[in-house]
């Protein structure tokens, strides 16, 4: 500092501070890691880092027989794992061209929406957690474990299910899943409005949430949105509906879009989701009621395991266990790509086959990989809690991030 | 528009737009499927891109896929586009050989594709002419190898801790 008044006024060169938004951050949720370079609390430019939980799940797939590979399709998107298991199943038996009885179908898609409806409920709980607001993530998360007493019914586990075999699903639903589908259906309407009454016209929540991490439809389109991302910016592509699947198309129901792409239009299309999801869930029942009761798989034993009572009894049913579980059965080759609408937007599998037990080569296409790109697009010029909110709302979940 | 008549207008577009870069093209599990050769990529898909009767502006995935027994031609790419407003499907694929793994980027056409092409040069080795930023993704940037690539094993091959006679492998 001179203290001649007399010299040039030197000029200072603007310097932008680097912030680390390390792997490991409570506000993140996941391990993914940015690194912001700032100008005082505004965004100039970010680069992300992925693959902290990369698991090579594409080349692992190569070594597993086709049914081993649904636990690691658990382990995508970990939030709604039911919905990758059941689009896995769905991609091999379009490969060995296997039809599914309807009330098979219609059971997927119970358990599918149940998937749906819990992840929406943490991104929504978590977009008020990260506004400040703990209060509607607690109560709405004890829905969250009525859907896990739900799977672990089901299947046995809470989290990564595992639910379904090629083919159809393991068990057929007991009176106690029923019974506690029930409950659930009677239970969660109003706690989901409850918890829409805390934020949705909460003037706090929407001056903090509106044009907060925007992104207009070209260009997510350009970046290959899917999902609930892509229905914020104003586009009604829903796998569900553009190419149906597990009779999705005898379904009634409607796709909610939003306007500019912001967090609050993120939160409402997941928040006009859960009440779409809780309508098919009950059309679902309803249409069960009038299919013949017991069936729950289709009629393949060479790829669904037959009964153990059987197995060792039967001669036939021995047989057919044998060759399962030794990979002897005859795997055509093929080539198929099947998408499912994941919590996340369209979660696709492409296989080959070359008629050996394990795929040739299995490619996953990972919603949340492929919009995250547009992060550091979306949080330029914002603020650093803005992007946070934006990170929270995108719904990015390492696991599908990384495979 | 019924999956044939798709084959076949498509089919019928590339044949006169590009004489010499269009292959072949097949129905592959009711998807229409295109092999063009792996210089004409960037303005196929940019064609595609723009056609006014089907405009695949949405790219679905890309993969990459590795066939060492076929000489000459031992990596493929797969592009999947998907045009939202009809609701069309299709594949585009190129082969290749392994001794030049150089392919156009489409970064320029398809933002998607950025990270798309970096985790194929990670898992692979192609190498994406034209890409912004080219470099491992998911792996850690130290990799020397391509782990995707048949030759190399689903295990650290240099673990010396495991015994393959007593793991059962």
Redesign the interface.
Known sequence: MSKDKNTSKEIVEKEYSTLNLGPTHPATHGIFQNVLKMDGEIIMDSEST??YI?R?F???A??RPYYQITPITDRLNYCSSPINNMGWHMTVE??LGIEIPKRVQYMRVIIMELARIADHVICNSVIGVDTGAMTGFLYIFQMRERIYDIYEELCGARLTTNIGRIGGLERDFTPKAWALLDQFLVDFPPALKEFENLLMRNRIFMDRTINCGPISAE?A????FSGPNLRAAG?D?DVRV??PYCSYEEFDFIIPVGTQGDTYDRFMVRQGEMWESVKIIQQAIAKIKKEPAGIYHADVPEFFLPPKEEVYNNMEALIYHFKIVMGETEIPK????H?VEGGNG?V?Y?L?SDGGRTP??L?M?RPC??Y???YAEMIRGGLLSDAILTMSSMNVIAGEL?? | METQALLTAVEQKLKAQFPEGYVSSELIADYPTFIVKRDSILDVVKFLYNDVDTSFQYLTTLATIHYPDHTGQEFAVMYQLHDLRKNLRIRIKIFFSSSDTHVPSITSVFSAANWMERQEFDFFGIIFTGHPNLKRILNMDEMTYHPMRKEYALEDGTREDKDDKMFGR
Do not use: T
């Not at chain 1, 389109?221 to 290959?224: E, F, G, R, T």
């Open positions: 992925v693959g990369h090579a594409e080349k692992l190569e070594r379009k490969l260009r389109l350009n970046y290959s586009v592509y553009a190419n093929g080539e198929v790509y998408a369209e696709g492409y080959i040739y080569r490619h296409r990989f492929i995250y790109q547009a990384d495979a």
